[in-house]
């Protein structure tokens, strides 16, 4: 079965400062993942994705994450956080070309607070 | 905007009772998902339909049932409802089955009492 596990989940940083938001999967074939973000009272919002192409994927708002198999890792980054970056976090997982559907496994949540 | 919409968007019941969710998906999208999101759950798949047949079952009760009509929009009806199925309910979708991006809607809150 498919897992994710997101590691922490609450993470404060300052204006301006890196943005590292941690998440490992667990699957036994090669995995889809993805990032969401959910602001309040909000529906997700697709960050990024990867799908076996390049292991650097970049996505909205200067978000970047870099998939790592012999970590089992998928890290959310962001070289300077934004006041506007203050939000919950989800990783998710499918099981990509192996499956017959393309539903999300996700993580916890991790929710990222931007101090001024 | 996703353009995913559901309705209602609020939604207070009392045990016991019957209630329809409602998801448009977006223009062209096939497939549709529910999810429900809850504190102690947290975010979980229920159930997939793809034009108009279900394509995956998740961790979805018993007295849970959804559909996909030919027009693609779908509803999720939930009955017998308890305290416990006071949660959020997510519809997403995506173009195809098998299409990994998959698009929210705002969600239904529902609250059971």
């Known amino acids: 079965a498919q897992s994710v596990t997101q590691l922490g989940s609450h993470v404060s940083v300052s204006e301006g400062a890196l943005v590292l938001l941690r998440c490992n999967y667990s699957?036994?074939?090669?995995?889809?993942l993805f990032w969401y973000v959910q602001y309040p009272n909000q529906g997700l919002q697709l960050l990024l994705k990867?799908?076996?192409?390049?292991?650097l994927v970049k996505g909205i708002n200067g978000f970047e994450a870099e998939f790592k198999k012999s970590e089992t890792s998928f890290h959310l980054t962001k070289p300077s956080a934004h006041m506007s970056d203050a939000a919950e976090y989800f990783c998710?997982?499918?099981?990509?070309?192996?499956?017959?559907?393309?539903?999300?496994?996700f993580g916890q949540g991790t929710t990222l607070q931007v101090k001024p | 905007d996703s353009g995913v919409t559901q309705t209602p968007k609020h939604l207070i019941t009392a045990t016991g009772q019957r209630v329809t969710l409602r998801c448009s998906p977006r223009?062209?999208?096939?497939?549709v998902y529910w999810y429900q999101q809850s504190l102690d759950q947290g975010l979980q798949f229920l159930i997939q339909?793809?034009?108009?047949?279900?394509?995956a079952k998740g961790n979805i009760l018993e007295r849970f049932s959804a559909q996909q009509f030919p027009d693609l929009h779908s509803e999720l009806n939930l009955s017998s409802l308890e305290l416990g199925d006071s949660a959020l309910y997510f519809c997403?979708?995506?173009?195809?089955?098998?299409?990994?991006?998959?698009?929210f809607g705002p969600g239904t809150r529902l609250t059971v009492t």
């Open positions: 997403a979708s995506s173009v195809g089955d098998l299409t990994y991006e998959q698009y």
């Open positions: 339909y793809y034009n108009g047949e279900e394509r």
């Open positions: 990867y799908t076996s192409a390049a292991t």
């Open positions: 699957s036994s074939v090669p995995p889809y």
């Open positions: 223009s062209g999208d096939l497939s």
């Open positions: 998710a997982v499918s099981r990509g070309g192996s499956s017959n559907t393309g539903k999300l496994i």
